[in-house]
C-alpha cells in the first residue's frame, strides 16, 4: 500500500458525460501527479499539482480539468466524454515539487465509457 | 518536447538468466531516470532511480547504467525470478517536458 488513496475504483458512464475522479495524497506530500494509461499503453502525464497551485501540464486534453484542495487532495475531471477517453487513470504524490522525487503511486480508477 | 523510446517491448527469459531493457532519451537536460514495475493490475511502484551525476546504481539484484553522452540507460535484472514477470517502465525527468514515461516491457520469466 503506497499510502496513496483513489476513489472510485471503477465508473462506468455513457459518451458525452461528466465525471470527477478523486485523488488522496500520502501524508506529508504535497504534490500530485495524473497520468492516463489506456490498454497496453504506457503512462501519460496529465497535470501536477503542488501546494494547491498547478505546477506542470502534460498532455491533457481541454475538455479535462484538474484542481488540488487546501487539504491536498486533488479532483480530476473529465467532461464530454468520448471513448477513447476510457482509461486506466493513476494519481501520484511525492513530497517535493520538483519531478525528480519518487513518485507514489494510488491503485488507479478505471474509467470506461459506453 | 521529450521523446523516450524503451526497447524491447516484450522480453522472455529463461528463470536464473539476466534481462536488460534499455530506453533513449532526446532531452540533454534531463537528469532523473527512475525505473517503475507494473505488475497487472496493479499500480506502477519504483524499483530503481538513478541522478545524471551517477553512471551506475545496483540494489541487489537490479542495477541500473546511465550513459549521457550517448543520452540512454539502461535496467539490468539478474538471478531472474519468476516474481519478476511484469511490466517494466522508465521515465525521464528534469529537461523540457516535465516527466515522460517509455512504452513499456513486458519481461516474462520462465520457469
Known amino acids: 500500500d503506497s499510502g496513496v488513496t483513489q476513489t472510485p475504483k471503477h465508473l462506468i458512464t455513457a459518451t458525452g458525460q461528466r465525471v470527477t475522479l478523486r485523488c488522496s495524497p500520502r501524508?506529508?506530500?504535497?504534490?500530485v501527479y495524473w497520468y492516463q494509461q489506456s490498454l497496453d499503453q504506457g503512462l501519460q502525464f496529465l497535470i501536477q499539482y503542488y501546494n494547491g497551485e498547478e505546477r506542470a501540464k502534460g498532455n491533457i486534453l481541454e475538455r479535462f480539468s484538474a484542481q488540488q484542495f487546501p487539504d491536498l487532495h486533488s479532483e480530476l475531471n473529465l467532461s464530454s466524454l468520448e471513448l477513447g477517453d476510457s482509461a486506466l487513470y493513476f494519481c501520484?504524490?511525492?513530497?517535493?515539487?520538483?519531478?525528480?522525487?519518487?513518485?507514489?503511486f494510488g491503485p488507479g480508477t478505471r474509467l470506461t465509457v459506453t | 518536447g521529450e521523446n523516450v523510446e524503451q526497447h524491447p517491448s516484450t522480453l522472455s527469459v529463461q528463470e536464473g538468466d539476466s534481462a536488460v531493457i534499455k530506453c533513449t532519451y532526446s532531452?540533454?537536460?534531463?537528469?532523473?531516470f527512475p525505473w517503475y514495475k507494473q505488475e497487472l493490475g496493479k499500480r506502477p511502484q519504483l524499483i530503481i532511480d538513478?541522478?545524471?551525476?551517477?553512471g551506475e546504481k545496483k540494489d541487489q539484484r537490479i542495477a541500473v547504467t546511465l550513459n549521457k553522452t550517448a543520452k540512454h540507460f539502461s535496467l539490468h535484472i539478474t538471478e531472474t525470478q519468476p516474481e519478476d514477470s511484469a511490466v517494466y517502465f522508465c521515465?525521464?525527468?528534469?529537461?523540457?517536458?516535465?516527466?515522460?514515461f517509455g512504452t513499456g516491457t513486458k519481461l516474462q520469466v520462465i520457469p
Open positions: 538513478i541522478r545524471s551525476n551517477v
Open positions: 501524508s506529508g506530500d504535497l504534490s
Open positions: 501520484a504524490s511525492s513530497v517535493g515539487a520538483s519531478e525528480n522525487y519518487e513518485q507514489y
Open positions: 521515465a525521464v525527468s528534469g529537461g523540457y517536458q516535465k516527466v515522460t
Open positions: 532531452d540533454s537536460a534531463s537528469n532523473y
